[in-house]
């Protein structure tokens, strides 16, 4: 194409440790040039938690290893909601205002706090 092209992944299984991560490039003529390389440590593989997106509409997929306890509150530090997901889950949101929240993640003792816009 000669649009402007955007590209996401998500890698449902990385390896424990560092995994490296990038794109190829191949134009019409079959030229081809690597974007930079992206690196992510995993060290901690079993406890970690990330957000599929910090932009979000009607739902927020949180990308967890194993079992969490989550809580998401307001700028004010109001608590909104609570909830146990194992593993990869999408919570509902629709209901909240637009704006900044807070998502914290207890990860087998482990607290992760992530933030994310409603847009």
Request: with cysteine; charged share 20%.
């Amino acid at each position: 194409t000669l649009e402007q092209q955007y590209y996401e992944f998500l890698d449902e299984s990385p390896l424990a440790g560092t995994n490296y991560y990038r794109l190829k490039q191949i134009d019409f003529d079959g030229a081809y040039e690597y974007s930079e390389v992206v690196v992510v440590d995993m060290q901690k593989a079993d406890k970690w938690v990330q957000l599929q997106s910090n932009l979000v509409q009607d739902q927020l997929t949180i990308l967890v290893a194993e079992r969490a306890e989550i809580s998401i509150l307001n700028e004010m530090g109001v608590l909104i909601k609570q909830n146990v997901i194992n593993g990869n889950s999408t919570v509902e949101v629709s209901n909240l205002a637009a704006g900044t929240y807070h998502l914290l993640a207890n990860v087998a003792g482990s607290m992760e706090v992530l933030c994310f816009v409603k847009l």
